[in-house]
């Protein structure tokens, strides 16, 4: 019997089995940020997978622009190249902290809305609603915070934060927003280091100690020139803030309100570099005590530092030295689940070295009874309530405002600096009261609530710029964050940022 006859092949044809596959499709975008050292432009770029923004967990969603361009390859400096940039980076940063904290969901709701152009100005926040970027033109240059992967990447980490740390949000403590601050810019630096360019990159250029100044400790080149063309002395030279600084722990109740770049102040972006500053001192230390001290123990490295990171800010209890809590709780964690690597002794090195830490402390910490250090790893701290403050004389159109305050009992009882006296109010309130000053001076906040005609505070223009808000809950004036607010003229002297 014959058999079934086939169709002759074209000439030159290939049998399917034998085709070539078709190259999954690609995006560009930047491994950092689109300036580099000095220069306004010359980021390196990178070609990445199409990301799926509505991938669990911590599915986003991109309202502005409303309709997505298609996903392919770009030139650098269009509309389409920017949109992708920013999703590829933004997804990196939801799968790294994913990956760390499974099943857990934003602030917002399920999904975190997304939009890259909310106004003209060099800005960017979050607000529990989403994430914001903004675009402003600087030297005939249009500059969009949202093209670049530091400044997304550092957005995404305050709403990471406000999923893992809800409480954190309304405490009106220097010390806590600036952790916010510095938590923004280790999602940064954590989340840079999932590429493995980036990490081979940083290795070479720092001789493999990668807690020296590099691409990856200079974090958003680009928006800190344009803020410097305004205001030369806001930020640092070749950058926004550098992880790579020599700062150390002071009392805040020492410090200046406001200050140049090179010196350390009380706003929070300022002095988040101090706990900045000794994560990447401990990420160098941990990959030198580790046996791969290469790209893939780097990239190891990154994701044991995030574990033990996100489990000291889950149990550290909210106190006006909230940096030593957080400081103390991760060494006992590192200690608990990654026991014999030297993680330990590597953060204990680095946050003594930036005085978050005294050898004092870490011995007490060492010394904490068993039962102590396993609850730093599984506990978690509670809310505050709202307490009183007087605000007589305030002009504010009241006597009384609530506020929360930083007044949970430590865990861990460390040498503690000299707190705020100028009231003789408790610790947790004379931090709160010169929260508030602060933030009434610089114009941050808003009042909602009826007052007296010519009562009122300092006025800011555009609306944005408030963080917080002074409003009626229940018959008392309470203050409430309404955002994260990274301006980024660091000291608010720069009348741009």
């Avoid at 980076?89 to 904290?101: E, H, K, M, T, V």
């Avoid at 791969?292 to 994701?303: E, N, T, V």
């Avoid at 209890?317 to 709780?329: I, K, S």
Wanted: hydrophobic content about 40%.
């Amino acid at each position: 019997m014959k058999s079934p006859s086939r169709k002759k092949k074209a000439k030159g044809s290939v049998a399917p089995s034998k085709r070539a596959a078709a190259p999954a499709p690609s995006v560009g975008g930047w491994e950092d940020d689109p300036g580099s050292g000095p220069n306004p432009t010359g980021g390196i770029q990178l070609s990445r997978p199409v990301p799926n923004l509505g991938a669990q967990p911590y599915a986003l969603s991109i309202a502005n622009p409303a309709a997505a361009p298609a996903p392919k390859r770009y030139p650098v400096g269009t509309a389409g190249f920017r949109y992708w940039a920013a999703a590829e980076a933004l997804r990196r940063a939801a799968d790294f902290w994913g990956s760390i904290i499974p099943g857990q969901h934003w602030q917002p709701g399920p999904v975190l809305p997304v939009d890259l152009e909310h106004g003209t100005d060099l800005n960017a926040f979050y607000d529990r609603v989403g994430l914001r970027f903004f675009k402003d033109t600087v030297s005939g240059r249009t500059v969009y915070s949202g093209e670049s992967p530091d400044v997304t990447c550092h957005e995404l980490g305050h709403a990471v934060l406000d999923s893992v740390a809800p409480g954190l949000w309304d405490v009106s403590s220097m010390e806590v927003g600036s952790f916010h601050e510095s938590f923004g810019d280790m999602s940064s630096l954590l989340s840079a280091l999932q590429l493995p360019d980036m990490r081979d990159a940083a290795l070479q250029e720092t001789a493999g100690s990668i807690a020296r100044s590099s691409r990856l400790s200079r974090l958003a080149e680009q928006l800190g020139w344009a803020i410097r063309t305004g205001a030369p002395d806001a930020v640092d030279p070749d950058c926004l803030r550098n992880a790579a600084n020599s700062f150390s722990y002071q009392d805040p109740a020492t410090l200046p309100r406001t200050a140049p770049a090179s010196h350390l102040c009380r706003e929070v972006h300022s002095f988040s570099r101090v706990f900045t500053a000794a994560a990447l001192d401990a990420l160098a230390g941990m990959l030198k005590a580790s046996a791969r001290a290469d790209a893939d123990g780097l990239l190891k490295i990154s994701q044991d530092f995030a574990r033990i990171l996100i489990s000291a800010v889950r149990a550290s209890p909210v106190v006006t030295a909230f940096y030593g809590q957080v400081a103390a709780h991760a060494t006992a964690v590192a200690e608990k689940l990654f026991p014999g690597t030297g993680y330990s002794a590597a953060l204990n090195s680095a946050f003594v070295k930036h005085a978050i830490l005294s050898p004092a402390g870490v011995a007490g910490v060492a010394a904490a009874p068993t039962a102590e250090a396993a609850a730093a790893v599984s506990s978690s701290a509670v809310r505050s309530e709202p307490q009183s403050l007087n605000v007589e004389g305030y002009g504010l159109g009241v006597n009384e405002v609530f506020v929360v305050s930083p007044d949970q009992a430590p865990r861990f009882h460390l040498p503690a600096p000299r707190r705020f006296a100028a009231t003789g109010e408790p610790d947790h309130l004379d931090a709160a009261r010169s929260y508030l000053e602060d933030l009434l001076s610089s114009g941050r906040v808003r009042a909602v609530f009826p007052r007296p005609a010519g009562a009122g505070v300092r006025p800011s223009d555009p609306s944005w710029r408030h963080t917080h808000e002074l409003r009626s809950e229940g018959g008392r004036v309470v203050l409430r964050r309404l955002r994260v607010n990274c301006g980024f003229g660091t000291c608010q002297r720069c009348d741009r940022a």
